[in-house]
């Protein structure tokens, strides 16, 4: 399988160390306007590998099966364009896009495409974030068994996320909400997906408070003071009645777990704690609780170590490397993206309903901003 890359600035260069640990995967050509993007990639992915500064002319003069984009957020949707013209199977970084408005466009595109379009919400393949939607009884194609779950129906789902605050990026680009969606959408739409997958049901009305009160204020560009939330607090409904709830600090650096989530039903209540990477490299691990509502009220837990078939292990516990294998597999057999723009667009719908809330000091419904 031969693939390119658009964007090799950190995420493509995550992106290029996954396929070259694939195997049956080749890493073909790399495309970035910015020479030192393209320089440092070109060094990680060897001489063999052609470099572009234009991406029309890599898709011009070479023979590819699958393009990566890890482009900026904004750029997404004008990125794509010529894609459509192609049958090229797609990975497609989070957030689709920006806007609601342009996640529309992008996903009647992908609904005539030929190839797979996948969109990169790599927190569902975290493996202690699989074990976690496993107690709860979701299957790998998003099928619910309730029966099967430790939770029966969930009612309650909270995910904590106290990590630290947003890297620096090529030409300061995530300092502004203008060029991300804003926080809850750039950084956040993973947890969206997150609550979609765990809760078989539509979310429908969204509430949210939050601000910029520590990271960036200090820092001046020519387009002005970064405009960041480093913190939040958002719930949301769903139609089933379920409800659930994010906590987000970015300024929460000396975190023993980076995220936390938890998931209460009728039945039970199970629980998963993931360590950031520093905390990794210091030997901790992920930690998963379940408990019962029956007699005796028990609770057990486990330690959750590396996935032994996770061959780069990146910066979110291997995830990236097994959505990878899942899309190429999807490549190879013909078979329907498990991650689509559908879920890409719900993601960043319920983010912008979010920042949308926060901004305007009112519960926002997800109709009101087209989607039901
Ligand atoms: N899945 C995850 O957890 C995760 C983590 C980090 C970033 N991301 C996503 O990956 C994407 C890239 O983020 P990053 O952290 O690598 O940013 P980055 O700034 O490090 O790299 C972006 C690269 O894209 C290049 N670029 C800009 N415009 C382009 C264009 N029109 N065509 C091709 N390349 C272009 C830039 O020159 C830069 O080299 C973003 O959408 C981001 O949200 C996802």
Known sequence: MRYGFIGVGMMGQEHIRNVQALPGATVVAIADPDATSLGAAQELAGETVSA?????????KES??????????????????????????????KPLCTTVEDCLHVQAAADSHDGIVWVGLEYRYMPPVQRFLQELGVGQAGTHSPEKSSTGRVRMLSIREHRFPFLDKVGHWNRFSANTGGTLVEKCCHFFDLMRV?????????????????????????EGTP??????????EFENGARASLDLSMFAE????????????DLGKVEVKIPGFMELARGRQAELIVGSRSTGWPVTSEQIGAEESVRYLGAHHGASYLEHVDFC??????TAPLVTATDGLWSVAMGTAAQTSLAEGR????????LS
């Open 227 to 236: 405009d960041i939330l480093d913190n939040a607090f958002v719930i949301v």
């Open 52 to 60: 572009y500064l234009s991406v029309a002319e890599m898709l011009a």
């Open 64 to 93: 590819l099966d699958a393009v990566v984009i890890s482009s900026p957020n904004f750029t997404h949707r004008s990125v794509l364009e010529p894609l459509w013209q192609t049958s090229l199977h797609l990975l497609i970084e």
């Open 198 to 222: 765990a809760i078989p049901s539509r979310p429908v009305r969204v509430m949210a408070s939050g601000a910029q009160d520590v990271n960036h204020l200090d820092e001046r560009y020519p």
């Open 254 to 265: 000396g975190s023993a777990f980076e995220q936390e989530l938890v998931a209460v039903g």
């Open 329 to 334: 597999s999807a490549i190879r057999n013909g």
């Open 363 to 370: 519960a926002v419904t997800l109709a009101e901003i087209g």
